[in-house]
């Protein structure tokens, strides 16, 4: 197989596991605190391992990792239903990396592929064992219906810092910068633990987490990159010093204060980065 035809097929590997992240977390999220959403959580952090080693892996072949989500399995009344869904999609995955295997002759992606595909074996049994866990407990969805001002202004962070996770990964993985591909990773790292945040904070006051992002920076040209991670980064310090100074409930202003000085610590890194390009 010509590496173009791998190259497509690891990007529909990418991808999938994209949805799986968002179809995990979002169910995690709804359940709130408690093991199985503890759990749920972090098989939703080795998709995102997953995500991580196919993308270099497409870039060692000379391609570009796809910043599109494939097909996820949302939907369903209850948990039960939910994880009914998680097993339908890990078994999508299962059937997916059996027949990528198949086809793909180089050594070293089949070797990961099939590292990928023994974790995918092991999360279709977790969320099986799930399914009667969440039957046997009555897990519920503890979302609430709340819309007003502050649920639009946490969905906008939660929408920033989607964007700014896939920004960032997407940019540390086409710089050849180590030192810019080292900092472009911690912060996105950063930034997966604000959506976290602000995901819960939207749960905790009984509204519903929307887990979408804006358009994404497609810049390769290093300088660019950091052009473009400044201006957002300044807009999100803004805007979360803006939500801090309105709010009148000190849990969620300590928040939003605190990502705030994230973000200015952000801003701060990239410049740095760019006086030196
Ligand atoms: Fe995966
Ligand atoms: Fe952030
Ligand atoms: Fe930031």
New binding site residues.
Partial sequence: MDKDKVITLLNHDLEG?HG?IIQYLTHAYAMGEGEMACEVEAIAR??MR?LDWLAEAIVELGGVPSLERGKMRIGGESVVDWMKNDVLLEED?VNLYQEHIKHIDDPKIKRLLER?LS??ESHHGDFQHFVDKAQREGARDIRGTRTDRVVQTLNWGIEHEYTVILQYMFQSYMTTNKEVKKELEDQAINEMQHLSWLAEKIVDISANPRIEHAEVDRSTKVADMLRADIKIEQEVAAAYDRAAKETEDPDLRELLIRMRDHEIYHTEVFSDLLKKE
């Fill in positions: 596991e799986a080795e998709e997953h995955g990928i974790d995918e």
